[in-house]
């Protein structure tokens, strides 16, 4: 699956300029966002790329910021490794958590959780702040004996996080078949005994029940999915979601008040937040 990339520069634009471009670009479909001294980069799979809806969202943002020259191009997949590989660096969440490429060597000794992942074209390596703050709230919950889903598995780092931590058993799931197959292969890497992965959207887990559900996707597709959710949440277990604003909260509390499930807390990180509610 190939992917475009977006990508401008933010030079001389107001400081929460990187912040509104983002949130209108995750509003089209943008799932993957990066920035190094002013030169902003987004990422949409191919197939979702909509050329004149991007451009009427960019109008729509110059309005607020100004001129905002960009440009687009292919990435096919075989290069997207080589352009992870040249940015992946180890990860380290509260002291606990290493998330590491198999090339970072003799670095993990003082972390409770060693995981290592090549991350190939899935999404999910801890360095953006919604996988970064997802693993912090899990740190909170206790995973012993627990059964788990990892929904939107990208490279599967939260469920295979999840059985380090303790679970009986972790259920994790993609729609893109990369990434399943990413996740099949950090799970080998990893050793991970109680963990398996499918293809399929949300609604895979219709039917089935779990004591955690993890979800780090987007704000539209937990609140359109929310039902699910709440289906499948075990009474007295816990859902961890990320995939948006500190400002979209709100918006995501309610939907989950109206299928049931209480707030408990948030972590947030340059404007990005994880809620946990549980059942």
Request: aromatic share 12%; net charge negative.
């Amino acid at each position: 699956m190939d992917y475009i990339e977006f990508s401008c520069d933010l030079q001389g634009k107001q400081a929460f300029s990187q912040d509104v471009i983002t949130a209108q670009l995750a509003e089209i479909g943008f799932e993957s966002f990066t920035s190094e001294e002013k030169e902003y980069k987004a990422y949409i799979q191919e197939q979702e790329f909509n050329e004149e809806l991007l451009q009427q969202t960019i109008e729509s943002i110059e309005e607020y910021l100004g001129k905002i020259p960009y440009k687009t191009i292919l990435i096919p997949t075989k290069n997207w490794n080589e352009e992870w590989e040249s940015q992946f660096e180890p990860v380290v969440v509260e002291n606990k958590i290493i998330i590491r490429a198999s090339f970072h060597e003799n670095i993990a000794k003082n972390y409770v959780y060693d995981i290592v992942i090549d991350p190939k074209m899935s999404f999910g390596t801890g360095h953006h702040e919604t996988t970064y703050c997802m693993l912090q709230n899990m740190l909170s919950l206790d995973f012993k004996d627990k059964t788990v889903v990892d929904c939107g598995c990208g490279t599967g780092v939260l469920g295979i996080a999840a059985a380090m931590m303790g679970a009986k058993s972790v259920f994790a799931f993609d729609y893109d078949p990369i990434c399943v197959e990413n996740t099949d292969e950090n799970i080998q890497r990893n050793e991970i005994k109680k963990m398996e992965s499918a293809l399929g959207g949300v609604s895979i887990i219709e039917g089935k029940k779990f004591d955690i559900i993890l979800a780090n996707i987007n704000r539209n597709i937990l609140v359109n999915n929310m039902h699910f959710f709440s289906e499948s949440l075990n009474s007295g277990g816990s859902l961890i979601m990320s995939g948006f604003y500190e400002k979209d909260i709100k918006i995501v509390e309610k939907s989950a008040l109206e299928n049931q499930l209480k707030f408990v807390s948030f972590i947030a990180k340059n404007n990005w937040s994880s809620t946990l509610f549980y059942k």
